[in-house]
Structure formats: C-alpha cells, structure tokens
C-alpha cells in the first residue's frame, strides 16, 4: 500500500487499529455499554449503545486525534498541530495535543456553536477563526500550517484517524461478541471507516450499517454512484454529519459497508429526544441519526442484535431543538 | 431488633442489604461509575458518580421496590402493592410488580410531573390522584390498601427498602475499593440509611455525608436536635427530596453519618447543568445536591477521593430550570 500519508487512498487494516488502541487507551475513556427496553421496543430489534458521549472531549474524536497526535515523531509533534473542524475534532485535537504537550491550531467557522468553541479554548488550543466555507477553512488552515510548521491532522481524510476511530467498536465487541449488525453515522467517514474495517476485521459475518440525514444523504450517493459525490448545500441539524466522504473513506464504506440508510429531521429530534427521556443521556442530533433511521425504517433491522456508536454530547442546553 | 414489620426503628443489617443485591440482580441495572476531570477541578476533589439515573425506571428507587416486592411471600404479593409516591418510587414499585405479574396501586399528588406519571402508567400501574397533601396521600393510600388487599411498601420508611437502596453503594466500593467519603442526597432518607449502613459494613472508615436543599433541610435539623423536625412547607427544586425524615431513617443516619451539608436552589441548578454539559449526563435537580453542597463549601471534600450516588434522571425536558 506504499507510504499512507501519500497514498490518497491508504487506509489502516486492523492491526493499525489495535496499535491505536493500545496507543490511545491512557488518554481516552472505556466507555460503557448501555441499553434501553423502551428504546428496543421502538426499534423492535435488541440495541446495544456505545456510549462515546461519555468519551473525553464528549466525542468519539477523542480516540482519532490521540491516535493521530502520539503516533507523531517527537521533532514533528514538537511544532504542534493544525485542523479544521466543526467542533468535535477540533476540542479533540485541542485535547490531544494537551495531553503530549504540543501547541493546537484549530481552524474553525465563525457560527460554530460556542459550546464547541469554548470547548476547544478549555483545552488552551489557538483558535483560528474564517468565513463557514470550506474553501475558507482549507485556506486558513494551510497558512496556519506555512507559518508555525504544525502537522495537518484531518477530521476524517487521514489513517491514523479512522484508525482511532475504528478502537470504539473494537471495545464494544469485546462487551457484546455476538452482535449481528452494527450502525455508525456518517458524515466524512471516518468513523464508519474505522468501524467497517475494525468490526469485519474481528468478525467478517458482521454487517456494518451506515446511517445519514436524508438532508446531507452525500455517502448514500457516493456509495450508489462508486464515486465522491460533493453535497454544495447540506441541511440537516445534525452539524457533525455534514461533511463529504472523501476518495479514502468511500473506499473503505465500499469494500465493507452492506447499506447506508437516511432518515428525517423530524426522526432525529425525535430519536435524540427519546434518548435523553429514556436513556438519561445527553446526546448531540448526530448521535441519534442511526436510532432514527432504524425507527424510520430505512434501516431493517428487526429481531437483530444491533451494536450503535452513540458519536457524542455537545449541544448547546439553551437551544434544544424541541423548543425551537 | 424483633420482627422489622413491626419495629419502627428496625433497620437492615450490611447481611440483609446483600441478600437485596442477590435478589434484586435479575431485575435491575448494575450502574456504571463515572468520571469528569472538569467537575473534579470544580470540586477540588476526586469524584465518583454512581449512575443510578442509567438505573430501570430511571433512578435508584428500582432497587428497594424490587427488594420489598420480590421479598413478599406468594400469597400476599398476590393481592398487590400500593404506595404514595411524587414519582419515583412509584414507578419503581410498578415496574417492580410487573416483573413479578403482580398488581400495582400508586397514589400521587395532582400536580406530580406529567412524565412521572407516564412513567408509571407505562408499567401497568393503577394512578389515583389525591390533593397534594400528605394527609390525602396517605388517607388515599389507606383506602386502596383496605379495599384490595395490597400490601404498603412505604418510600422509604421501610426495613426490605432501606435495605434495597443500599446496593448501590456495594455496587460502587467494590469498584473503587479506597473511596474516602461517600454522599449521598437525602429526602426522606431511605437512600442515606442504606448507603450508610452498607457502606460503614464494608468500610468502617469510610465517611458517610448527606446532602439536601437549605430549603428543605429537615434532616440537617433532625439530625442536630437528635428528633425527627418535620417541615410543613419545603421549598426546593428537588421535588424527590421534600419528605421528612422517619424514626427509623433518623436512627441511621444518627448512627452512621458523620454531617448533612445544604445547598441553595442556584447551587442545585448550576450542579445540575454542569452535570448535563461535562458529563452528558441526564440528572434531576435532586441528584445534582450532593455536587451543590460540595461546590458551596457546606461539605469539606477538598483533595479527597469521593463517591457519589446520582439518584435518577426524570425530567421533563420541556422545563429545564435554568430556561424558566
């Protein structure tokens, strides 16, 4: 597969997985394993929640940035490192580079929650911040990238992130080894990445299931089409979710991804509401899409054993989206 | 100590408190024990959350209603159980009677929060609403008893609940052995009782602190006058924490709680939010007091290793208190 960091689509293979897990496992949480009678009922299927709402930082990123930031050489990680995020994986690498020392640059939108961003000034990382375009943040990055020599540590377009990622459900079947299917939201991909790669790795009967806001529904097209399929406008409350794949997470959802299935807005505020209700914990709209698209049926998985990554916790307490 | 039922000072011994953790292990959650460095600094503190708001039926009262309820002989549990409950153990004593295919009576005031009530009828449960007084509870209670036979599991003034509710605290020093203190919240101080019996049974120098809102503090005075003080008019956002203490829960609380620290209503809901926003957690104002009076000062828990019991989760999501 040749240097990865060159190969634009190079992606980990489970042993990088299970080195990201013993890399990572003094900076992240074990997270716990949750279930809800009412919520399977809803469902009609047996869920198994990973709660990575509970992680450090509130968000599974925790796991791809601390992977990605302590698999750096000293004299590189020395200069720090640079992203651009929505929020969560910013705070994560703001946290990462913490916990080795290093200076964070985090490159973020100027109508990011502030939940987010306050998060990532916790965390005594330099926040950047530039118009909420793409082009912008991918420019402003680059400078901050020329002027300080930090080392780009991508949301999701990177392996030793996806390979982060891919440890949540490396833990949640060591808790629960006889699941049938597992479902993870997907906005780059990386987490579905991590996670295709890592549950078929352990168990190649599994099927791995992705889930997407019918509103930013870019890696069901991309996954139909064979190739990136670029959303200009996504619109969906579930703010973690509305990147695009890129030509390495569409790889890794083509080799091992069965199906992606969307669902409403309306189904997420519910799904994200009944999970709040009857699980006492506080989700983000992301966190709810698979629980949404299951409800909604996009996704059958009725009578199975169902592993779902719960992907954080951030919201912002005094916006919900049922009081708007 | 003579027949429980009939003594009313009797109290569990750390033996009966563990014969409830056998009996109660089928129909209940082992809770997991959860960690925020951000709440830690706020407290000067290392703390232990014991998550019995991830408990069934949402809070820790699914462990002594299961307790009295699956402690009953056959024929007497036949003709059901019946109790008078703001919310929580009455839901609890529902669930608990389902699981044993027994009938359920719960009285609750007219006012109680509408998703209490839901979470009770959702269990099959008979409601009578009373005024919301406790002479009306208790005369409603009375008459349900007299005209079906059920059997009164009190809230909390009763040895098979006492006994119960200390489970949680076994549950939490059998994972983290070398705690320093535990706290718990107190109303009519069924939970203390229980906590502390078991706790100073396995750990004879363990602190054992109550916590409860300065606008209901009727144990802090009973426990300083050595007599139970009723309060006829508790002012508090913790509405599971406006009873008053019994004899009997008073006797164990003189005997095994070293202080009972207060907290203002602010406090209750700062400790609350932080709760939801660090820890993703869903609490009810009720279980953000032991982390209130510890943030206020009145409970000195500064460099040591702390427990605490987070009681339940019910709210009504569509009044938080910090949008009131």
């Not at 980990?12 to 900076?27: C, D, K, S, T, V």
Request: charged content about 20%; hydrophobic content about 50%; glycine content about 10%.
């Amino acid at each position: 597969m040749g240097d990865p960091t060159k190969d634009p689509v190079a992606l980990p293979e489970l042993a990088a997985i299970r080195a990201a897990q013993a890399r990572i496992a003094p900076h992240v949480h074990r997270t716990p394993v949750l279930t809800s009678r009412s919520l399977d009922a809803m469902a009609g299927a047996r869920l198994w929640f990973k709660c990575e709402n509970l992680q450090k930082v509130g968000a599974f990123k925790a796991r791809g940035a601390c992977n990605a930031v302590f698999g750096l050489p000293a004299d590189i990680a020395a200069r720090g490192v640079v992203t651009h995020s929505s929020g969560n994986h910013g705070a994560a690498l703001a946290y990462a580079a913490r916990a080795r020392g290093i200076p964070a640059h985090v490159v973020m939108p100027e109508d990011a929650p502030k939940i987010k961003v306050a998060n990532v000034e916790g965390f005594g990382a330099h926040v950047h911040f530039c118009a909420p375009t793409l082009p912008a943040r991918v420019e402003t990055c680059a400078t901050v990238a020329r002027t300080t020599g930090a080392t780009l540590v991508h949301p999701y377009d990177d392996v030793a992130v996806i390979a982060g990622q891919g440890t949540a459900v490396l833990e949640l079947l060591d808790e629960v080894p006889d699941l049938d299917i597992v479902v993870a939201p997907v906005g780059g991909g990386g987490l579905l990445a991590g996670t295709a790669i890592a549950a078929k790795g352990v168990r190649p009967d599994i099927v791995v299931l992705g889930a997407e806001p019918a509103g930013a529904d870019d890696a069901a097209r991309s996954l139909a089409a064979g190739t990136v399929q670029p959303m200009a406008h996504p619109h969906t409350i579930a703010d973690g979710l509305r990147a695009t794949l890129s030509e390495r997470t569409l790889r890794a959802l083509r080799l091992h991804v069965a199906a992606i299935g969307t669902c409403s807005e309306e189904a997420i505020v519910a799904a994200m509401r009944a999970t709040w209700e009857r699980m006492k914990l506080v989700i983000e709209p992301s966190s709810a899409v698979p629980l949404a698209a299951i409800i909604e049926g996009a996704l059958d998985v009725r009578g199975r054993s169902v592993g779902i990554i719960v992907t954080g916790g951030n919201v912002d307490l005094d916006r919900l989206p049922w009081q708007r």
